[in-house]
């Protein structure tokens, strides 16, 4: 079993963005079960706005589903998102359905983004990958 790692300066940054009018929502591929357990250890869902999670969408990333059911339920315009992922093939998905991209190698690298959008204090919507520093890469 693999256990969910908090990560406060992420979880900063994002409570920021949020305090300037962003929207943060997750994507998330995860069983019902492990995001159950991620969330209450992490904490996640204090600063998400809502989300979509595979297991209850019956969609996993980068299926196209799975971006336009997190669109629909949110209504937003895939042109104002800003997707975080750490896997090229999602990465590659939220570009084919109109999103901004990040592919997120390192803590250090998002939170440099996450910085970034901060200083730039341009608005839009934040969909971040909700996944464990140990999960299993395929």
């Known amino acids: 079993e693999r256990m969910p790692v908090p990560r406060p300066e992420v979880r900063k940054r994002i409570e920021k963005l949020r305090e300037m009018g962003y929207k ?7 069983s019902k079960y492990f995001f159950d357990i991620h969330s209450k ?3 996640i869902l204090e600063y998400m706005d809502g989300g979509v999670l595979s297991a209850d969408v019956h969609y996993i990333k980068p299926e196209r589903e799975i971006y336009e059911i997190l669109f629909e339920k949110y209504s ?5 998102c800003l ?9 590659i998905g939220g570009k084919n359905v109109g999103m901004a991209t990040f592919l997120v190698n390192s ?3 998002m939170i440099k983004r996450l910085d970034e959008l901060i200083s ?3 608005i839009c919507k ?7 520093k140990y999960s299993k890469r395929k």
């Open 126 to 132: 934040i969909v971040l990958v909700v996944k464990s």
């Open 120 to 122: 730039q204090n341009k």
């Open 41 to 43: 250890q992490t904490g």
């Open 76 to 80: 937003l315009n895939p042109a104002e």
């Open 107 to 109: 803590q250090e690298g």
């Open 24 to 30: 943060a929502y997750y994507l998330s591929n995860y």
């Open 83 to 91: 997707f975080f992922d750490d896997r090229e093939t999602n990465i």
